[in-house]
């Protein structure tokens, strides 16, 4: 069985997952192949994403693809764009309905079979917190975001797409006005 069969049969958070206020199984969302030309790490999916078994399909993949200015079939071609969360499955909610986080018991067992599986890819988004911490080392996701020119061109650090961040957008306009560009700029650049 090679690396993506043996990870969508992953149980390892069974009984994580059970004593969560949404108490669902294991669901792996597995969305890469080797030979990709841009990696995406977020923090893991969501209920949507369970449901659906295809990343980003909420409004912040949606908010994401604006971000890169890639349409739905860039964004799934596998072979272009491999995506790898620290958690390949809904962590699921607490009982005050807030996401939990990534178990890193994941990124632990599978990250660097992952990582070696894709093999070197040019350019790196590295969305939000979990992401930025196990790639780059502590800080804010803010420090982070602000230091991008320091990781690009191969790496750009961003923040989630959430709505819970368009008030950090908004009082840090260099986001959109500086960093989005050339993001926009490499990435063509990397598919050409």
Not at 37 to 44: C, E, K, N, P, S
Request: hydrophobic letters at 40%.
């Amino acid at each position: 069985m090679d690396l993506p069969e043996r990870l969508s049969a992953c149980t390892l958070c069974a009984e994580r997952f059970a004593a969560t206020a949404t108490a669902h199984r294991p669901r792996p969302v597995v969305w890469f192949r080797p030979g990709a030309r841009i990696l995406v790490v977020g923090q893991a999916p969501g209920a949507r994403v369970h449901a659906s078994g295809r990343p980003f399909t909420d409004p912040s993949g949606d908010r994401l693809r604006d971000w890169t200015g890639l349409d739905e079939t860039t964004f799934y071609d596998r072979d272009r764009v491999a995506i790898a969360p620290m958690a390949f499955c809904f962590p699921g909610y607490d009982s005050k309905g807030s996401d939990l986080p990534p178990p890193p018991v994941c990124a632990r067992t599978w990250r660097a079979e992952v990582m070696s599986y894709i093999g070197a890819v040019p350019l790196t988004l590295l969305i939000g917190g979990y992401a930025q911490k196990w790639h780059l080392g502590p800080g804010r996701v803010a420090d982070h975001v602000a230091g991008w020119r320091a990781h690009a061109p191969t790496i750009f650090p961003l923040p989630h797409p959430s709505w819970r961040n368009t008030a950090w957008i908004r009082k840090n306009p260099y986001f959109e006005a500086d960093l989005l560009p050339a993001l926009r700029a490499r990435i063509a650049e990397v598919l050409s």
